[in-house]
């Protein structure tokens, strides 16, 4: 014999039942998200920990290569103009050395040479946010002073350290590229080449010294033009890990969706299901009331 | 007696022993909701035969007595499986309360962790900055503060359980002598289910109360009745009931004692008390020690990567400060510090100049080293999360499979004990038209009587 107590304990009990599978199923739609707890799957859970720290770097790495990319930018632009200052130089060398000039037209050129120098002094104590980008790591302070005693007249005091930077896991880049490489490099500085051609051009030299100075600047322009293809196959490079890191983090979102989130249509067939299953057991509970033999006897003596 | 009279007192005797099985059934009827309640039947037997002349005549109904309906193997299996869901119960609500503190995605350590070594990727960028190197600096507070709150809820969390040890050996010591006391008033012979239905019902229900804290060995013998813990630690001795006790040990926490004196904080393994120890001194503990492990080898190895570079002011090798404050070991979780404040104080060059990043790749290089138990910073926060959710989820099933079990087990215990009202209905039925039979061979036999009584009489 089931008792009273016994089939309202079964109703409850079923009650309970459903309305758990209903919250469990409406805090899935709700977060999208199948784990809510560590507990409902351990293993997906220490999965998206990873998942989740993979794909914060990945953001951080694309923050870095957009803020690194745009001081390469800078300095190649720039260098950019030192290039059409120096082709300019080279010109007016070559012009400079033609027997036929007159020493003041010659004297006129070489200011304008050391006008080109003075361009290119400016622009290799470029600053980007503060930083010397031509300094080596030196890079808090100018790295071309003036200096009378020195080559030139230009002394370098930064270092030919380069500093590289995480842009992916396992991949870093070098982000500068040293004055010591660009403009001031051992046989081939640009300052001493300069100078070189406006003392020849002034001190109304022969052709031919005048010529060796002009040869000299191109020795130099060469080391300039070959040490800044750096910043334009740099900024390709990390132009390639920036559409990699993309699609990684693609992944990365569809990897943690399939590990931690919903499918939506099962997450709303058992939500539903949930509720029809409570809807159906509420209104047997309600058809279960009193339909009991002692109803019977109450009626009967009426 | 024989003759009319003995019809008669047959009659008589029929209306009381119905009125006893109505008895019976209001009773039933008035415990409908009475937890632990067993359903009551009259046993009626035949009176004993008598002589009339030759012949041998039934002597009518007689009540032996009123027996209460249980199966003490339900009882037994009641009492064991309550042992265990009480057990995962009061663990899996211990531990809801630490996997919070363990989240999976956007907050908590392992988001700390992977922010620091963020900041330090945008660090070198432009080692210099000022902006960034403090970027650095506030994620490392992050971190250890991270670190800090962890910690420290989780040694609340420990103390609250604690305080739930003391609370449950209370109410085992309150149940224990409520037993006895019930104990005490039962005869040691005599059929107790028949007499005694009501202090067996309340016996009953007190001992499966007593399962649902602390496991529980049952020996009966007649009436008397001895409790004493899985491992042998008496509870109660028939009218005796022996007190736990709790003192605090020398770990900090409160071990449970027997009445003997011997420390059982050990042995106990069923009940919310042996959930709650579970969790208290296993579960908990061995998340505080690794917890400890992680935060150590994190302080130790990032100390390791400044000691290596060159800070803002020129300062290497001993001149150098420690990014935190150099701890191991038990409650380094709880203690992980930052030891400066200065952001210029972070050693990002390798070659001595400000603006060198050479030396962050040593910071960056922690978060791919194993520093904990085998494992990467990342990867021990990990397995933090996989054991706390594989703690609970174990438990949870357990739970579950006991509370369904338990169920079961209910239903089958009401079959046999739990009131029916359709039963009772029907029984109710059967009395009174017993009872109306009864009384009217009562009238029958008065008129016969009358009848007798006016032979003779005539026609008066």
Redesign the interface.
């Known amino acids: 014999m089931i008792s009273t107590l016994q089939l309202s304990n079964l109703v409850l009990n079923a009650l309970e039942t459903s309305d758990e599978a209903e919250q469990t199923a409406l805090t899935q739609v709700t977060t999208g998200r199948l784990v809510n707890a560590d507990s409902d799957d351990p293993a997906a859970a220490a999965q998206e920990v990873n998942i989740s720290s993979q794909m914060n770097g990945c953001d951080q790495y694309l923050r870095s290569i957009s803020s690194i990319t745009s001081e390469l930018q800078t300095a190649d632009s720039s260098l950019n103009s030192v290039v059409t200052a120096l082709q300019q130089a080279i010109s007016l060398g070559t012009e400079g050395a033609n027997s036929t000039l007159s020493q003041q037209d010659r004297t006129s050129i070489a200011q304008q040479i050391q006008g080109i120098s003075h361009q290119v002094f400016s622009v290799a104590n470029l600053a980007y946010n503060g930083t010397y980008v031509f300094a080596g790591t030196a890079s808090t302070q100018p790295p071309y002073v003036l200096d009378s005693s020195a080559p030139g007249g230009v002394r370098y005091q930064g270092n030919d350290h380069m500093n590289s930077v995480d842009v992916a896991d396992g991949e870093s880049v070098a982000v500068n590229q040293p004055g010591s490489q660009l403009f001031s490099a051992q046989g081939a500085n640009v300052f001493v080449a300069l100078s070189d051609l406006s003392t020849a051009l002034e001190s109304n030299g022969s052709t031919s010294d005048i010529g060796d100075a002009v040869t000299e600047l191109r020795g130099a322009y060469d080391q300039l033009t070959s040490a800044r293809t750096f910043y334009g196959s740099t900024v390709n490079q990390i132009t390639g890990t920036q559409n990699f890191l993309n699609s990684e983090n693609v992944q990365l979102a569809q990897q943690q969706n399939a590990t931690v989130g919903i499918d939506i249509d099962t997450a709303v067939t058992d939500l539903t299901n949930a509720e029809e299953s409570r809807a159906a057991t509420v209104q047997a509970a309600a058809s279960l009331n009193g339909a009991t033999l002692m109803d019977y006897l109450a009626n009967r003596g009426r | 007696m024989s003759g009319l009279t003995g019809t008669m007192w047959i009659a008589l005797n029929a209306l009381e022993a119905q009125q006893v099985g109505m008895e019976t059934t209001a009773n039933n009827v008035a415990n ?2 009475t937890p632990g309640y067993s ?1 009551q039947v009259p046993v009626f037997q035949e009176a004993p035969q008598y002589l009339e002349g030759s012949l041998v005549v039934g002597g009518g109904v007689e009540v032996e007595g009123i027996q209460s309906l249980r199966d003490n193997l339900l009882d037994l299996q009641i009492s064991e499986e309550t042992q265990q869901q009480g057990n995962a119960q009061a663990y899996v609500n211990a531990m ?1 309360q630490v ?2 503190l ?5 907050t908590g350590i ?2 700390q ?3 620091f ?2 900041s330090i ?2 660090l ?6 000022t902006t960034l190197r403090q970027g650095m600096l506030t994620a490392a507070q992050n971190m250890a503060t991270s670190f800090n709150n962890t910690a420290g809820q989780l040694t609340s969390v420990r103390q609250q359980l604690d305080g739930d040890v003391q609370q449950q050996v209370q109410q085992v010591n309150q149940l224990t002598q409520q037993i006895a006391t019930i104990n005490a008033n039962l005869p040691d012979v005599g059929n107790a289910t028949q007499e005694y239905g009501s202090l067996i019902d309340q016996r009953s229900a007190l001992i499966q109360q007593l399962s649902g804290l602390i496991d529980v060995s049952q020996l009966t013998e007649g009436n008397s009745l001895t409790l004493t813990t899985k491992q042998g630690a008496a509870l109660v001795v028939g009218g005796q009931a022996y007190a736990l006790s709790t003192a605090p040990g020398s770990d900090g926490v409160q071990h449970v004692y027997s009445s003997q004196g011997q420390d059982i904080t050990g042995e106990i393994s069923g009940g919310q008390l042996g959930g709650t120890l579970a969790a208290r001194d296993q579960t908990v503990p061995s998340l505080q020690t690794q917890l400890d492990s992680l935060a150590g080898g994190l302080v130790t190895a990032l100390n390791t990567a400044q000691s290596k570079g060159t800070d803002m002011y020129g300062n290497s090798g001993d001149k150098l400060s420690n990014l935190f404050e150099p701890v191991t070991g038990a409650g380094a979780a709880a203690d992980m510090a930052l030891a400066i404040s200065d952001p210029n104080l972070i050693a990002a ?1 390798s ?1 001595g ?6 030396n962050l ?1 040593n910071f ?1 290089a922690v978060a791919n080293t194993v520093i904990s138990n085998g494992q990467t910073p ?2 021990a ?3 933090l ?9 174990n438990q ?1 099933s357990e739970l579950d499979a006991s509370n369904a079990m338990l ?1 079961q087990l ?2 089958q215990q ?2 046999v ?10 029984n ?2 059967l009395y009174q038209q017993a009872y109306q039979a009864s009384a009217q061979v009562i009238t029958t036999v008065s008129q016969m009587i009358d009848t007798l009584m006016n032979v003779g009489a005539g026609s008066s």
């Not at chain 2, 070198?124 to 900055?129: A, E, K, R, Y």
């Not at chain 2, 100049?353 to 050479?358: D, F, K, M, P, R």
């Not at chain 2, 004990?417 to 029907?426: K, N």
């Open positions: 409908l909701n359903r809801d996997q919070t363990f989240p999976d995605d956007t392992g988001q962790i992977s922010a070594f963020q990727n945008s070198s960028t432009d080692p210099s900055d060059s070659d100049t400000q603006g060198s990043n050479g790749a960056s990342s990867g926060y990990g397995n999360v996989f054991q706390v959710g594989t703690a609970v989820s949870t169920q209910q239903q009401s079959s004990s739990g009131v029916s009202l359709d039963q009772e209905a029907s109710l039925m």
